[in-house]
């Protein structure tokens, strides 16, 4: 079995989730051999963090097979198990069979990983839906607006909503479609990038540099381009506009997710996100900039200490998410082939739906809970607003923000005074909370969103 034949094999029996980028990585390296340091040093990244990334692989890999997978014995076991197949199969092949490819054997084997990973269950609903998943719920006009950016010459598009609502899965599904229309893509999740490369604006454009240049498949050279007389920042430019976007015929699409994290390095804010609007901006005179077409996906939650004219976060094309509809929501009931013994009668969903306005992921969570553990969602309702109750974690990681914030949490408190009509409060605090998610605005009013801040927020802030 070759490694690509493994790879194929492999991606079957996880689906409908699929590898990230960095899991692709670790597979290809640790079927040739490599240690996880060795596998660390030729992308960039921590040797920690390349053993996380490779311990999920495995036992996602183990409990789609049903047989322990490890890094020392991933090969011994695909092999064998093509090898079963091909001693399964034998007394019924005749001659001319017996010169069949051995590809035939080994897509034996994908099938059976894919017929085994069905029996795992429905994964939580923590990270962006891959593109194969079926729980995915398209929000019309975004995804056409968001390919159609990515298909313009020097696009740029920023997918903007609060945490949870699915920025990184439509940010997936514009890759995808960038892919099928020819382009070469770059995916970098910011959250991947060390602390310590974080606090060091050199370090970090070179671990830029030479992901995006392993994800386009080209040799890394950053040392040919890097002059530290010119800076790190030009140094960074030179390198794309001189050898990455070089090197390839095709458009590049250059996604950056989890941006979010950047503001906990102001430094590095400050001088990385200019750098990319400039970028963009000299699209507009240079045919190679064209070439390259940026993604930006991040949440409003965060405040963009940028003056106006260095922020890439007002120009190119918005996206924001809206949250579902109520019809969206019945479908996905069905895709979770939730049975009304779970108490999925239309009057408890609509009860869901008016607790949590819609929130993408505050419904798949519910929906997760009644397809993977007992229970009926009127029971879920009866707690949802409690710390016992299933959307205790997200509640409290805006609590945590509140407490950070003196200003915020009197402002909605205000708001939770009025909860029909809301409360006119500090214009600031306003769009924080709208950034949140916590209020809707409406004219000079802040009101609350939902019935489920209501109800947790009252009993903490108002006497």
């Known amino acids: 079995m070759t490694e690509l034949e493994a790879l194929e094999a492999v991606k079957k029996a996880i689906s409908p989730e699929s590898l990230s980028y960095v899991q692709e990585v670790v597979f290809k390296q640790s079927w040739e051999g490599q240690l996880y340091p060795e596998i660390a040093k030729s992308v960039g990244y921590h040797p ?214 950047l503001f906990e390095h102001p430094e590095l804010v400050q001088e990385f996100l200019p750098m990319l609007r400039a970028w963009h901006e000299e699209a507009m005179e240079l045919k190679v900039w064209q070439k390259l077409r940026m993604a930006l996906a991040y949440s409003t939650e965060v405040y963009v200490p940028l003056k106006i004219s260095q922020s890439p976060f007002n120009i190119g094309l918005s996206v924001q998410l809206p949250v579902l509809t109520f019809d969206q929501v019945k479908g996905l009931v069905e895709r979770y082939n939730l049975p009304f013994e779970k108490g999925v009668e239309t009057d408890l969903l609509r009860g869901l739906y008016d607790l949590v306005g819609g929130h993408p992921y505050l419904i798949q969570l519910a929906l997760y809970w009644l397809s993977e553990r007992d229970g009926t969602l009127g029971a879920i309702l009866e707690d949802a607003h409690t710390r016992a109750g299933i959307y205790s974690n997200h509640l409290r990681r805006h609590w945590e ?25 500090d214009t600031m605090m306003a769009h924080q909370l709208e950034r949140m998610g916590l209020v809707r605005l409406s004219g000079n009013s802040a009101v609350v969103s939902s019935e489920l801040y209501y109800k947790y927020f009252k009993s903490l802030l108002l006497p």
């Open 401 to 425: 923000i509140m407490q950070r914030q003196p200003g915020l949490r009197e402002a909605f408190a205000e708001a939770l005074k009025e909860p029909e009509h809301g409360a006119v409060v």
């Open 48 to 261: 920690e963090y390349i053993r996380d990334v490779g311990a999920q692989l495995w036992r996602s890999l183990s409990e789609s097979i049903g047989q322990k997978v490890t890094k020392k014995n991933v090969r011994f076991v695909l092999n064998q198990m093509s090898e079963e197949i091909l001693q399964n199969s034998g007394d019924s092949r005749t001659d001319s069979d017996a010169s069949t490819p051995s590809t035939n054997v080994h897509s034996q084997v994908g099938n059976l990983l894919s017929t085994e990973a069905t029996k795992t269950q429905i994964a939580f609903p923590s990270v962006g839906l891959s593109v194969q998943s079926s729980f995915y719920m398209p929000r019309p006009p975004a995804e056409e607006q968001a390919f159609s950016e990515l298909d313009r010459p020097g696009g740029l598009l920023r997918i903007k909503s609060p945490s949870n609502t699915g920025k990184t899965s439509l940010l997936l599904r514009a890759l995808s479609y960038a892919r099928e229309q020819g382009a070469r893509t770059i995916l970098i999740n910011i959250q991947e990038a060390d602390t310590a490369i974080m606090g060091d604006l050199g370090r970090f454009l070179r671990w830029f540099c030479r992901n995006a240049a392993q994800q386009l498949g080209v040799e890394n050279k950053l040392d040919d381009y890097w002059d530290d007389e010119i800076g790190n920042k030009v140094s960074c430019k030179i390198y794309f506009r001189e050898y990455l976007l070089g090197s390839v015929k095709e458009p590049v699409v250059l996604a950056l997710d989890e941006i979010d994290q």
